[in-house]
C-alpha cells in the first residue's frame, strides 16, 4: 500500500499559536510529517511522491476567492507597512453579508476563522502540495489498490470551502472525497480526530452524495467550540447526512469502541461505495492536546473495525502532534486496518 507525501509539505512553518490569550509555539510543526513518515514506512507502506493533480482538485471543493486568497495572501500582507511575518487576523467578523473587503487585513478577517491558521512565505506551496498527497491518494485507490495513505500536512479537516481554521487550510478529506466521487456515487467519511471535523461537516452539509461522521471529544467546553454537536444533522438535500458523536473528555478505549460501532452502523447504512477517513491521532492518550485518552494499541482496535468494513478506503492524515509515540500510534493503525482490511 501506498502514503502519499510531497517534500514541499515541509516548508509551512507556522510559529503562532494562542493558547487561552497567550502566544505558544504553534504545535503544527514540520517534525510531525518526518516522525509520521517513519510510522507509515514501519508499517509496510511505500511512500510515493503525489503527481501535480492540478487546482481542478482543490478547486471542487473551495471557492475561487478562497483559493486566490490562500494563494496570494502573504505577498499582499508583506506590502503593508509594519505587517507581521505572518497573516493573522485582527477582525473576526461574526456575521458575513454580501461585501467582500478589497484590503488584505479584512480578506484575512473573512477567511480565517480563528488564530491558529497562520499563514507564512511557503504555506501555499505546502498546502497546494497537502491536497495533492490527499488526491494522489484518491488516485491509488481509483485505479485499483484497496486503500491508501495520505501524509497530509498541513491537515484539512477544520477548513470549510472558504474558511481556515485549527492549522487547517484546505479541506484534504474534501479533496480525496470529490475524487472519489468521479467513480463512485455514494462517498463516506468517518473523522476520528480529537477535534470535530467541522469543515469537513461544512463542506458537504447540503449534499446526500457525501456522508460526514465525526466522532470528538464534546465541544461545549473543547475546540472548535461552535460545531460538533449530536444536533448538526446537515440541511436542505443533506438532512440525516451528517452524524455527530460528541463523547466525554479523557474517553478511553473500551468506552470509545461503543461510540464507534454507531459511527460504522451508520456508514454501513448509507452503502457507501468508497471510505474516507480522516485519521487524527492526537485523540491519544499522550497527546500534547489530552482530550480523550486512546492508547497506541487502542489505534489498532479503531483501525480493525473500520476497516472489516471492506470499503476501498482512502486514509488522509488531520492531527496528531508531537510526542514519542506519534509514528508508533500511526504505525499502530495502518497495521490494524491493513490486517482487517486485506491488502
Ligand atoms: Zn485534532
Redesign the pocket.
Known amino acids: 500500500m501506498k502514503a502519499a507525501f510531497a517534500d514541499q509539505q515541509m516548508r509551512h512553518e507556522p510559529k503562532t499559536f494562542l493558547v487561552s490569550g497567550a502566544p505558544q509555539p504553534s504545535p503544527e510543526q514540520s517534525e510531525r510529517a518526518t516522525r509520521l513518515l517513519k510510522g507509515a514506512e514501519a508499517a509496510g507502506l511505500e511512500r510515493v511522491e503525489p503527481e501535480d493533480h492540478g487546482l481542478d482538485a482543490i478547486a471542487r471543493v473551495h471557492t475561487p476567492e478562497y483559493i486566490a486568497f490562500l494563494s496570494t495572501i502573504h505577498e499582499r500582507w508583506s506590502r503593508i507597512d509594519g505587517a507581521s511575518e505572518e497573516v493573522i487576523p485582527n477582525i473576526h467578523p461574526d456575521r458575513r453579508g454580501g461585501s467582500y473587503p478589497a484590503s488584505a487585513v479584512g480578506q484575512a478577517g473573512y477567511h480565517q476563522a480563528d488564530t491558529a491558521c497562520p499563514i507564512g512565505p511557503h504555506s501555499w506551496e505546502s498546502i497546494y502540495w497537502s491536497a495533492m498527497s490527499a488526491a494522489e491518494a484518491a488516485t491509488c485507490v481509483l485505479e485499483g489498490d484497496l486503500w491508501s495513505y495520505a501524509l497530509c500536512r498541513p ?1 484539512g ?1 477544520h477548513a470549510f470551502k472558504d474558511l481556515a481554521g ?1 492549522f487547517c487550510f484546505v479541506n484534504n478529506c474534501g479533496v480525496a472525497a470529490e475524487m472519489l466521487r468521479m467513480a463512485c456515487d455514494r462517498v463516506a467519511i468517518l473523522d476520528v ?3 470535530a471535523g467541522n469543515g469537513t461537516q461544512g463542506c458537504f452539509y447540503d449534499r446526500a452524495d457525501v456522508l460526514t461522521v465525526s466522532i470528538h471529544a464534546d465541544p461545549v467546553r473543547y475546540y472548535p467550540f461552535f460545531w460538533g454537536y449530536a444536533d448538526e444533522r446537515g440541511e436542505g438535500a443533506g438532512l440525516g447526512y451528517n452524524y455527530n458523536l460528541p463523547i466525554p473528555r479523557g474517553t478511553a478505549d473500551d468506552d470509545y469502541m461503543p461510540h464507534l460501532d454507531l459511527a460504522l452502523k451508520r456508514i454501513e447504512a448509507f452503502a457507501p461505495d468508497a471510505l474516507v477517513i480522516a485519521l ?1 491521532l ?1 485523540a491519544y492518550e499522550g497527546d500534547p ?1 489530552a482530550g480523550l485518552a486512546i492508547s497506541t494499541q487502542g489505534f489498532a482496535r479503531i483501525a480493525e473495525k473500520i476497516g472489516k468494513l471492506k470499503l476501498p478506503a482512502v486514509l488522509v492524515q ?2 496528531g502532534y508531537l510526542s514519542d509515540d506519534l509514528g508508533p500510534n500511526l504505525t499502530s493503525f495502518l497495521t490494524g486496518f491493513g490486517d482487517a482490511h486485506g491488502g
Do not use: A, N, V
Open positions: 491537515p479537516h485549527g480526530d480529537l477535534h487524527g492526537d492536546f488531520e492531527g
